[in-house]
């Protein structure tokens, strides 16, 4: 069992913001990556998308790709549909060698609209769960198919948010759909995640540790704020800058026997949060618990 430390560019360019990073180049993400001590990255919204582009492109930097996120809209439409809609994003991905196939329902999800207020994030009845976790499974078997495990990404603002979301998403969901284990969007929307990785091992499919402000996401929910107008005041930050204990969640992962990739990712705003002294911590934090925990590192 091994694990490899990657990070996510959303701290240099932000996809939700434009603004955020928008005078910043790709090639100065991946350099500085690389320089970090970053092994791999996740896919950003100005990577190329031809295979062969963008593996030359990662080749030069010394990196290589772990994944990417992909919008599903299973609410809105069939699985045959979604299947048929993700092809390309499949297709790269298995052209580049990556394993996970990180996904989210975003048919009626509010993170991405300034205008919505956190608490106004959607639901699902329990005949809603019955039809959305039939139709991810047959998503998920399909990416399995390919020789991908699909790897479910809770997030605020989404049908999967909260601790009682996700008891009926495993319980609506067959094995095959396996679980983005996030860190932040687990505490802020009242998970443990150290006990989510204990409890559901074989759903464990992939994880990025991004560490939160609690104070800052309160007072944020209180004034009826969007999820971006706290992620610009600041309610993400790297792991070791924040609340969570990241020796927990290493020790939970070993464990388990996880083996994978463990994404450092926190979407702040360049200019206040410098993304390389910023990864820099995030990276030397996780660094230091797995070793704490006894995980062996791949570098």
């Not at 955020?20 to 100005?46: H, K, M, P, W």
């Not at 309610?235 to 996880?258: C, H, N, S, W």
């Amino acid at each position: 069992m091994s694990i490899r430390f990657g990070v996510s560019p959303i701290a240099w360019i932000n996809d939700d913001m434009p603004e955020l990073g928008a005078d910043t180049s790709l090639e100065q993400v991946l350099a500085e990556s690389r320089d970090i001590g970053f092994a791999g990255i996740e896919l950003g919204g100005r990577f190329p998308r031809d295979a062969a582009t963008l593996g030359t492109l990662l080749a030069r930097f010394q990196l290589v790709l772990v994944g990417g996120w992909y919008s599903a809209s299973l609410l809105t439409r069939s699985a045959r549909e979604e299947i048929a809609a993700l092809q390309a994003h499949l297709g790269l991905l298995k052209a580049l060698g990556c394993t996970v196939f990180i996904i989210a329902e975003t048919s009626n999800a509010i993170h991405g609209n300034r205008n919505r207020a956190l608490s106004a994030s959607p639901r699902l009845d329990r005949a809603g769960w019955a039809r959305f976790g039939e139709k991810l499974t047959e998503v998920a078997d399909h990416v399995a198919a390919a020789s991908m495990r699909l790897a479910y990404h809770h997030h605020l603002g989404t049908v999967v948010e909260s601790g009682e979301d996700l008891e009926r998403f495993l319980e609506s969901t067959g094995p095959s759909v396996g679980m983005t284990i996030d860190t932040g969007h687990a505490a802020l929307g009242g998970v443990d995640a150290v006990s989510l990785i204990r409890t559901h091992p074989q759903r464990v499919a992939h994880v990025h540790c991004k560490d939160i402000r609690g104070e800052i996401f309160r007072k944020t929910k209180a004034e009826g704020g969007s999820f971006l107008s706290g992620v610009l005041a600041g309610m993400f930050t790297v792991p070791g800058d924040g609340d969570i204990d990241f020796r927990k969640v290493l020790q939970a992962l070993a464990e388990i026997g996880y083996s994978g990739w463990i994404i450092v990712e926190a979407e702040q705003d360049p200019t206040i949060a410098d993304p390389r002294r910023y990864g820099e911590l995030g990276l030397t934090t996780l660094r230091r618990e797995a070793a704490a925990a006894g995980l062996r590192v791949v570098e």
